[in-house]
T-cell receptor, first 113, second 115 residues
């Protein structure tokens, strides 16, 4: 059974570009999460979907970050426009239901120059 | 909202020694607790999921203790070996309200086990 997959694994962007990160959750999972991981801030929740409905839209991340889930097996995270402070690892996770274990993808390492 | 404090941020022990990592949380309604391990360059892997009803949880080479009265969760690696060197994260999830289904993570502990 495939785990959470994320593409690309690495991304280098110029400041001001638009980038789109992709995630495929574990088949049958209803909840999907996007996190950002940095050494200073640790793991921060960006977005949270339950059965494709957006439950959490990122708070402080709202204005340049947009997550979408067009179907139950695919989600995207768009950052527009990118800034150097967006350099981080972006992790996608999914769980079967609320309270269940979240399974994490390998992450996308983003570097914004 | 929920806040989780994890200590220590860095821990260095010799092979065979024990290593203890502790998290304290603020929301008394927190119900699910998790420990994740992250090896360098890799993603997070689940070590253990703990329910609020279970105080002592045994894994392979480690024990997780939950003290709900003090709102404290701890991971005790009983005889650490170099393969345990990694970052460890606790995470807490609520059962009601704004924290339902979401994980709040501790800031992580980087553990180094020396031969």
């Amino acid at each position: 059974d495939a785990g959470v997959t994320q593409t690309p694994r690495h991304e280098v962007a110029e400041k001001g570009q638009t980038i789109i990160l992709k995630c495929e959750p574990v088949s049958g999972h209803n909840d999907l999460f996007w996190y950002r991981q940095t050494k200073i801030q640790g793991l921060e929740l960006l977005s949270y979907f339950r059965s494709k409905s957006l439950m959490e839209d990122g708070g402080a991340f709202k204005d340049r970050f947009k997550a979408e889930m067009l179907n139950s097996s695919f989600s995207t995270l768009k950052i527009q426009p990118t800034e150097p402070k967006d350099s981080a690892v972006y992790l996608c996770a999914s769980s079967q239901d609320w309270g269940d274990t979240q399974y994490f993808g390998p992450g996308t390492r983003l570097l914004v120059l | 909202g929920e806040q989780v404090e994890q200590r220590p941020p860095h821990l260095s022990v010799r092979e065979g020694d024990s290593a203890v990592i502790t998290c304290t949380y603020t929301d008394p309604n927190s119900y699910y607790f998790f420990w994740y391990k992250q090896e360098p360059g890799a993603s997070l892997q689940l070590l253990m999921k703990v329910f609020s009803s279970t105080e002592i949880n045994e894994g392979q080479g480690f024990t997780v203790l939950l003290n709900k009265k003090d709102k404290r969760l701890s991971l005790n690696l009983t005889a650490a070996h170099p393969g345990d060197s990694a970052a460890y994260f606790c995470a807490v999830s609520g059962d009601t309200g704004a924290n339902t289904g979401k994980l709040t993570f501790g800031h992580g502990t980087i553990l180094r086990v020396h031969p």
